[in-house]
């Protein structure tokens, strides 16, 4: 089968023939239809330190996939061949004490898929029956391989109630926008996203019904003024992992404010905690997606009007998967879909 591997630890990815994975009992074999490329595949494309420090090679990356059943292990009820499915791309065990209380998310034995254990970048990915989630019609392959960036958005989107709130949110990379459109699938009155990049702005604006501000360009307080907020935003989603978007983001908050943190900063950042605390802010850190909770909003939700499609901005056959690394690259795309059908 063909599979995009990781082969040696330097920069780039190979397009390699593997044998197709044998599976356990209680595992599925997925024929892979289309898959979405994450942040996390470009920092393995370009082998930066993080990559360096935790991929093993070689290893065949990707974890956003939809696809159809191919195989299912002699253990394995309720899941047939031919059903159309996506998967949580975490693994994980069974033995934590969070596990074993059912907050899968929060187990620390935790594998990738495409990261620790081989993954979906290829004609066949073997998951775990457990991680398997069905698709409806509704959703197609195309949104089904973006379901693992949609749940980042969901998770964090919903940490909080966010009916009739004024949402700010910092970052405007996919799943900034697709977070913005969730806020105001929800109910949000004023829903807010930051970025100094126009381009991923303006497909905020054309995904969701939002306001894209250029915090390059204009003052949040002006916006806020604009909007004739008197006191701050009341929810925050802090997605770009920017220092300056910590500063703007305390400084444009509501007293007793929440804040829900998915943007992963590139090094340790300066955090003025004097904000925090007088503000008397909640704070949470938000990862991955629950299982499956947020996997069932998020379907829900788009069987019920919730519209992301136009995050995708551009559709590869896989043999031209470097042409769709070098788009990320340059940081003013939305998703980048590969196909696997060819
Ligand atoms: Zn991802």
Redesign the pocket.
């Known amino acids: 089968m063909r599979a995009l591997v990781k082969e040696k630890p330097e920069p780039g990815l190979w397009l390699a023939d593997l044998p197709i994975p044998a599976i356990g009992p209680d595992d599925v074999l997925v024929k892979i239809k289309k898959t979405?490329i994450?942040?996390?595949?470009a920092h393995i494309f370009n082998w930066d330190t993080w990559a360096q420090k935790t991929i093993p090679t070689p290893m065949t990356v990707g974890?956003?996939y939809a696809g159809e059943i191919a195989e299912v292990g002699a253990g394995v009820k309720r899941l047939v061949v031919g059903q159309r499915v996506s998967g949580e791309?975490h693994v994980v065990g069974t033995r934590s004490r969070a596990a074993r209380g059912g907050r899968y998310h929060l187990d620390p034995e935790t594998r990738g898929i495409g990261v620790d254990i081989p993954g979906a970048f290829a004609d066949y990915v073997r998951v775990p029956a457990f991680n398997i989630v069905p698709l409806p019609d509704a959703v197609d392959d195309e949104l089904g391989a973006i379901l693992?960036?949609l749940g980042?958005a969901v998770h964090t989107a919903l940490t909080y109630d966010l009916v009739g709130e004024d949402v700010l949110i910092t970052g405007a990379g996919p799943i900034g926008i697709m977070a913005a459109a969730v806020a105001r699938h929800v109910g949000a009155r004023h829903v807010v996203i930051t970025d100094v990049n126009p381009k991923r702005l303006a497909l905020a604006a054309e995904v969701a019904d939002v306001l894209p501000v250029d915090v390059s360009r204009e003052d949040l307080k002006a916006v806020m003024a604009r909007l004739k907020m008197a006191e701050g935003f009341d929810v925050a989603l802090e997605m770009s992992g920017a220092p300056s978007a910590f500063d703007q983001l305390f400084d444009s908050i509501v007293t007793g404010g929440r804040v829900a943190l998915l943007g992963l900063p590139a090094r340790p950042t300066l955090v003025d905690w004097n904000k925090v605390i007088f503000k008397q802010l909640t704070l949470k850190g938000v990862y991955g997606r629950e299982m499956f909770e947020t996997w069932h909003k998020m379907i829900a939700m788009l069987e019920s009007g919730l519209d992301i499609r136009k995050v995708v901005t551009h559709r590869l056959p896989v043999e031209r998967f470097r042409e769709g690394f070098e788009i990320m690259r340059r940081g003013d795309s939305g998703k980048i879909v590969l196909d696997w059908s060819a």
Do not use: A, F
């Open positions: 979405g994450c942040g996390t595949d974890h956003e791309g693992d960036p980042n």
